[in-house]
């Protein structure tokens, strides 16, 4: 069984401030997803990552996929009310034919 | 223009009483999934279809059914709910097996009185 852990799990801040929330496996990923999830919604994808150190930005949150494709950081600057939720990582393997969800971490961006 | 559409959004039943929910999709993908979800955890899969082959987890529980009748369609019975299975299912599709991007509905809240 292929393991994701992200840290930290919980994570409180006021508006303006930086975080970087990870993602860690001992297993190596096809591909990484990562997703943000608002309460009583669903997880909307935010982006896929598939190359060992591939970087992406999307506005204000960097994406970073480990050079070994087995972790991956979400970087977010100036943290926004708006970006208060649950984020999601998931790894893909293509033998596993499913992807592997991680526990979460819970984001509260304090105005 | 809702792609996966979830109904009913929230939905009651008493232990014991059979519920169906029910999930459908716009974007003709292959794969179509159910998860639970309890209080801010990670989504656990239950099972997928990938067209009609059906996929079922080894810890899903018996009391878990699924249908797909057709491509846009994908239903979820609870045969004997218990207390326990009070959580959030959501549904999502992707377009094949790889790069596994999901597209999740909104979900349906069940709660088992």
């Known amino acids: 069984t292929q393991l994701l852990e992200q840290s930290p799990q919980f994570l409180s801040i006021q508006e303006g401030e930086n975080l970087t929330v990870y993602c860690n496996s001992s297993?190596?990923?096809?591909?990484l997803q990562w997703y943000r999830q608002e309460p009583g919604e669903g997880p909307v994808l935010l982006v896929t990552?598939?190359?060992?150190?591939e970087v992406k930005k999307l506005k204000r949150l960097t994406f970073q996929f480990g050079d070994a494709r087995k972790d991956s950081s979400l970087h977010i600057t100036a943290a926004q009310p708006g970006d208060t939720g649950l984020y999601l990582c998931a790894g893909a393997n293509t033998n596993a034919g499913k992807s592997t969800f991680g526990d979460g971490t819970t984001l509260t961006v304090k105005p | 223009d809702a792609m996966v559409i979830q109904n009913p959004r929230y939905q009651v039943t008493q232990f014991g009483k059979p519920v169906t929910l029910s999930c459908s999709q716009t974007?003709?993908?292959?794969?179509m999934y159910w998860y639970q979800q309890k209080s801010s955890q990670a989504p656990k899969l239950l099972f997928h279809?990938?067209?009609?082959?059906?996929?079922n987890e080894a810890d899903t529980p018996d009391n878990f059914q699924s249908r797909r009748p057709n491509t846009s369609f994908c239903f979820l019975d609870i045969r004997s709910p218990g207390l326990g299975d009070a959580a959030m299912y959501l549904c999502?599709?992707?377009?094949?097996?790889?790069?596994?991007?999901?597209?999740f509905g909104p979900g349906t809240r069940l709660t088992v009185t």
């Open positions: 999502a599709t992707s377009r094949g097996l790889s790069p596994y991007e999901q597209y």
């Open positions: 297993s190596v990923f096809s591909s």
């Open positions: 279809y990938y067209d009609k082959d059906f996929n």
């Open positions: 990552v598939v190359t060992g150190g």
């Open positions: 974007l003709n993908h292959n794969v």
